[in-house]
């Protein structure tokens, strides 16, 4: 057998047993705000739940309970799509959204963390569908793969392979020796992140209700919130700061938090991967409060502010907006466009092309230039003072080269649908990066819903692509793939 | 449990895929990446690049909080430096792999308790033993006793005469009306089969029985074998496995060791003087002929290289001696075993591999002991008042599909269990069990 199909059936069942049980707690927000939507919530739940049952149920006794590297991809992949299709049972059953492509395009936005949104009036939104919105950035951000590994009995050997597919990054760590216990801690940290913000949050101006909301959103770094103008609406300095404190810890190798968390700060300080990140945010942010402070008049501590907060929102693929940077100049504007290919750490919940990817990159042309004068020399690239291996210099470059391709590929298909230049580049970037606002019409200002269908499918195509990282998905549509042995 | 493994080789990673299985942290060090992926695509461990006897690295492997430490690289220097460097870090036992026998002979002088060395292997000894106790049985193609032969287990090759071909296991068992015997196991084209009522046995399968002590007869007969007294043995090959085998044997058998290389018969004639020491090489079917392989009871090939044992062995078989034992290095190998006519194919990791594994779990399981290509091991437990094997019968136990009971020693005497049995306290049980539920078995016992 070249698959092993039940028990990748049961997985998928597994998977929406959980995803049933994410939108049963979205009820006691819709009870406690009484708008009438725990009915379709109710129902959507109920189909999801007894989806998963049957699956898991026809499944039981598989024959053997090995996954193979393959059965992996294809889980994680197929399993993501699944998931998306019945996350669009809440906006579609109550209403909110109508039409399948913008519901779907709104579901795979949010588990994807990516923060796109076709929304216009998102105040008006029920809460309890709201809620659900939010969720679905949270359950996206850790990944839901992980979580399944996390607290099921289910896997055996093949539970690595799963990790591997679905965590962003270029070599997982391993926190602990078995793979279980690895995506509890990880999700136990997500999880106290989340409500460490929540409490903050509830403290400054917003109320629980948005206070949870954006803690869901700002810890997956993916960028819905709850008001149409988005943080712009809180304007106190206090939630803003914790906002961007969130963001950037969010963007954060979890690696590194655990460490952090076990007492070994300079191990966690030390990290060269970290270093950049939290030099760059910084570097940029100040160089664009400086823009902002050059073209306005607004007070210093404000602009560093939006600043730091434009940058690390799309740094970290957040998209959160306080201010639209689109309005500021275009060297402003051109430099958050090429922030959307930055991306975070590896191993954080941030999208886009990671730090480390950059790095490794970076210091491999650098020494091209000593391999030139050298040309026998051995000059690997280092990482933490370790070599790199070769194969993983290859990988990142291969990554690379194929994300750039996908860009260009997709601006070119989108532009072809009738968007207009800006548009179509922006809004690929912003999609591939999981950032959110992109630029153009599809700008901070605006948002995603006058597109036509056609593109909505394919940026949420995107989306899943940019958020699991190309090779997974991609890998289905190689013959290697689908080739016997 | 935390357990450190250093050296991802075959020894390391068969230790850790048993380990592995039973919710234990297991940590493998090695130099080699390349080893080091593969195991941790297979297998839900952490791994670390390095070497074992560093100081860093084995902090980073957290030995402070570790509760073994097994060193089981290729080099025994490195395996004895690491576990000394590791009691010292805070490991709270050792075990390092030696292939010098002087240490575990010497074990009490060198006092390598003091030195922060709990526990050494020697898997050119251990083979040995191995060697040793198939020759016991030579129509078998492997056998195990317990307590004495009180239940003995049995492994028999079906060739076509046998009554027992083409039968399933429920018309089986009319052959055998006092019920003496259970099949616990069969192995079919490599594949390990934990059978049932209706899974049937097939010329070339390889069947095991727990049989008591008048069984073993029943089962001989049934598979049309006949037991044949050795006498004359052929070792091929000086190697340390082969000096400790003709050394075990020597004062019961007639041996004669053929090796290449004159220097090393000098050696060896020097230092087994009741052996016939031939200086020639195994590959030379004529010499065999000369030296009378056909006149030998069992033919044993352990130099070091794999082909030419499994082919000298093919050679002896022709030759129709009756007994073939080949040791090969490569674990692969294993499986083919018996199929290509080699009557036991042996190999001193696995045999290494699951004395430790056996190590680990003293105390808890009374022996545990695996079958040469067979993925499932054999333990024998005791029944300790109010553990959940007591509270009801056989049948309404509700064990694995994967496990078999094959027999229980109460008060001296060995059984073969019925539906109806009911266990009791102090009985000893042997259970044949698939890797992957010893965990689950182990829970009865409890």
């Not at chain 1, 936005?109 to 949270?138: C, N, P």
């Not at chain 1, 692509?465 to 190309?470: A, D, S, Y």
């Amino acid at each position: 057998m070249r698959f092993n199909y039940p028990v990748i059936a049961s997985f998928f069942g597994y998977l929406l047993l959980l995803n049933g049980f994410f939108m049963l707690t979205c009820l006691p927000f819709s009870l406690y705000y009484d708008q009438g939507d725990h009915v379709p919530i109710g129902w959507a739940a109920i189909v999801t739940v007894s989806s998963g049952f049957l699956l898991v149920f026809f499944t039981r006794n598989p024959k053997s309970k090995e996954l193979k590297k393959r059965d992996g991809y294809l889980i994680v992949t197929l399993g993501w799509l699944i998931m998306s299709f019945f996350g669009t049972l809440p906006y579609l059953l109550s209403g909110t959204i109508p039409n399948i492509t913008d519901a779907f395009f709104e579901t795979v936005s949010g588990y994807s963390t990516t923060g796109a949104t076709i929304l216009y009036d998102i105040e008006s939104v029920h809460k309890g569908i709201l809620f659900w919105r939010s969720l679905t950035q949270w359950i996206g951000g850790m990944g839901i793969i992980v979580l399944t590994i996390a607290i099921l009995p289910l896997l055996g050997i093949g539970g690595m392979q799963l990790f591997v597919a679905e965590a962003p990054g270029i070599s997982p760590n391993k926190l602990q020796p078995r793979i279980k216990e690895t995506a509890k801690r990880l999700w136990l940290i997500y999880i106290g992140l989340t409500a460490i913000e929540t409490l903050l949050l509830w403290a400054g101006e917003m109320d629980f209700y948005d206070s949870i909301n954006h803690a869901f959103t700002t810890t997956a770094t993916g960028g819905f919130s709850t008001k149409n103008d988005n943080i712009a609406y809180f304007s106190s300095p206090f939630t803003q700061y914790v906002i961007i404190l969130f963001m950037f810890l969010g963007g954060t190798n979890f690696t590194i938090i655990y460490l952090a968390l076990h007492g070994e700060f300079e191990k966690a300080i030390k990290n060269e991967e970290f270093r950049f990140y939290a030099g760059f945010c910084l570097a940029i942010g100040l160089t664009v409060a400086t823009g902002i402070l050059i073209i306005s008049n607004s007070p210093v501590e404000k602009a560093i502010r939006n600043g730091l907060f434009q940058v690390v929102s799309i740094t970290t693929t957040t998209g959160y907006v306080t201010a639209d940077y689109t309005a500021w100049s275009s060297f402003i504007t051109v430099i958050f466009f090429i922030l959307m290919f930055i991306g975070g750490c590896a191993g954080s919940t941030s999208g886009g092309v990671k730090i480390v990817r950059h790095v490794v990159l970076m210091k491999n042309s650098i020494l091209e230039f000593k391999r030139q004068i050298h040309p026998t020399a051995v000059l690997p690239v280092r990482l933490n003072k370790q070599a790199v291996d070769r194969d993983i210099t290859f990988t990142v470059l291969a990554f690379i080269m194929i994300y750039i391709s996908i860009f260009a590929l997709g601006s070119i298909i989108v532009s072809m649908m009738g968007v207009e230049f800006e548009t179509a580049l922006g809004s690929v970037a912003a999609a591939l990066g999981n950032v959110g606002p992109g630029i153009g019409s599809v700008g901070p200002g605006s948002n995603y819903a006058h597109l036509p269908d056609q593109v909505k499918w394919l940026l949420s195509g995107l989306m899943i692509l940019g958020r699991l990282e190309l090779f997974t998905v991609l890998i289905l549509f190689t013959p290697y793939f689908w080739r016997r042995q | 449990m935390r357990i450190i493994i250093a050296g991802a080789g075959d020894v390391g990673f068969h230790l850790a895929k048993l380990l592995a299985f039973e919710e234990h942290d297991i940590v493998l060090i090695d130099l080699d990446q390349e080893k080091l992926r593969y195991a941790s695509n297979h297998l839900d461990v952490a791994t670390i690049r390095g070497s074992a006897t560093s100081y860093a690295v084995l902090m980073e492997a957290k030995i402070g909080r570790s509760d073994l430490l097994i060193a089981v690289t290729e080099a025994e220097e490195a395996n004895i430096a690491t576990a000394v460097i590791g009691k010292k870090l805070g490991a709270q036992k050792t075990v390092a792999r030696i292939s010098n026998p002087e240490f575990l002979f010497k074990k009490d002088i060198l006092d390598l308790k003091k030195i922060g060395i709990d526990e050494i292997i020697s898997p050119e000894t251990l083979a040995a033993k191995e060697i040793k106790r198939l020759l016991t049985q030579t129509s078998l193609t492997d056998s195990f006793e317990f307590e004495n032969g009180k239940l003995t287990l049995v492994g028999i090759s079906i060739d076509e005469e046998s009554e027992l071909v083409g039968k399933t296991l429920t018309e089986a068992a009319y052959l055998n009306p006092e019920f003496n015997y259970t099949t616990v196991a069969i192995l079919s084209d490599n594949e390990t089969i934990i059978p049932h009522g209706d899974d049937k046995f097939k010329v070339h399968d390889h069947a095991y029985f727990i049989a008591e002590q008048d069984g073993v007869e029943r089962v001989l007969k049934l598979s049309n074998k006949i037991a044949l007294p050795v006498k004359n043995i052929m070792i091929l090959g000086g190697s340390r496995v082969g000096i400790h085998t003709a050394r075990r044997l020597s004062k019961v058998y007639s041996i004669k060791l053929i090796e290449k290389d004159k220097d090393k018969c000098f050696e060896l004639a020097d230092s087994l003087p009741d052996t016939l020491i031939i200086n020639g090489d195994g590959r030379d079917v004529d010499l065999l002929m000369e030296e009378g392989i056909n006149e030998m009871d069992a033919f044993l090939a352990v130099t070091g290289d794999s082909e030419t044992n499994i082919i000298s062995s093919l050679v002896a078989k022709n030759a129709s001696v009756g007994k073939t034992i080949a040791l090969v290095e490569n674990i692969d190998y294993i499986h083919l075993s018996q199929n290509i006519g080699v009557d036991t194919l042996i190999n001193k990791k696995l045999i290494a591999a699951n004395f430790i594994f056996r190590y680990i779990r003293q105390g808890e399981v009374l022996h545990i002991t695996s079958l040469h290509g067979v993925d499932a091991e054999i333990l024998e437990f005791e029944v300790k008042s109010g553990s959940k094997i007591t509270e009801h019968e056989l049948r309404n136990l509700n064990l694995p599909k994967t496990a078999v009971i094959g027999g229980i020693i109460r008060n001296g005497l060995g059984y073969t269990p019925r539906g109806n049995f009911r266990f009791e306290e102090s009985d000893r049980v042997v259970v044949l069990s698939k890797p992957e539920c010893i965990h689950t078995i182990e829970g009865f016992f409890k």
